[in-house]
Antibody, heavy 128, light 107 residues
């Protein structure tokens, strides 16, 4: 059974970079049947997909339009984890950040864009 | 962007009662809709994918139905542990979007 364990600071100053890591157990970050996502939840409860990384003969990283210029998602196969960096944060980036696995299926069928396993969440507050 | 509207915003029922949650989209989703449950203090959990498929380990009392732009999550007999917020999510078009949620309480 896959487990996702998140780590990273809960407080980030405005204009600085938010950095979070998601360690995977029970699956592989380089699996060709899934993708690894970051999703955040605002203080009011709204959920937003931020981006993902996945491996299909080479690595891909894709981002939501509203964070594309600020976000970087990388993977580390030696540690079997993936990470999110969000630069130039503002108080509007405050929220709970989750890592999540895409529902697995054969690579030829494409990504499911549905999330079947989630990390425990990290509350990130952007404040000076 | 596809907008998802969930109703009711809150639902308060007694144990054993049937709960009916609605998710309406701003356009046809071709059944590419999922439902998640988020219990207090926990991460979301996938219940239903592609409108009517139960995810692994999800009890049979959870049933998804619908087509086009209108979808329903039915909990046939509410249990105390079903308290939480239920979200729908579409994967029909980019960007992926979530509904605002329905909060379920137990009387």
């Amino acid at each position: 059974q896959v487990q996702l364990q998140q780590s990273g600071p809960g407080l980030v100053k405005p204009s600085q970079t938010l950095s979070l890591t998601c360690a995977i157990s029970g699956d592989s970050v380089s699996s060709t049947s899934t993708a690894w996502n970051w999703i955040r939840q605002s203080p009011s409860g709204g959920l937003e997909w931020l981006g993902r990384t996945y491996y299909r003969s080479r690595w891909y990283s894709e981002y939501a339009t509203f964070v594309r210029s600020r976000a970087t998602i990388n993977s580390d196969t030696s540690k079997n984890h993936f990470s999110l960096q969000l630069k130039s944060v503002t108080p509007e980036d405050t929220g709970v950040y989750y890592c999540a696995r895409d529902l697995p299926r054969a690579a030829a069928e494409g990504l499911y864009n549905t999330f079947d396993s989630w990390g425990q969440g990290t509350l990130v507050t952007v404040s000076s | 962007e596809i907008v998802l509207t969930q109703s009711p915003a809150t639902l308060s029922l007694s144990p054993g009662e049937r709960a009916t949650l609605s998710c309406r989209a701003s356009q046809d989703l071709s059944s590419y809709l999922a439902w998640y449950q988020q219990k207090p203090g926990q991460s979301p959990r996938l219940l239903i994918y592609d409108a009517s498929n139960r995810a692994a380990g999800i009890p049979a009392r959870f049933r998804g139905s619908g087509s086009g732009a209108d979808y329903t999550l039915t909990i046939s007999s509410l249990e105390p542990e079903d308290v939480g917020v239920y979200y729908c999510q579409q994967r029909s078009n980019w960007p992926l979007t979530f509904g605002p949620g329905t909060k379920v309480y137990i009387k």
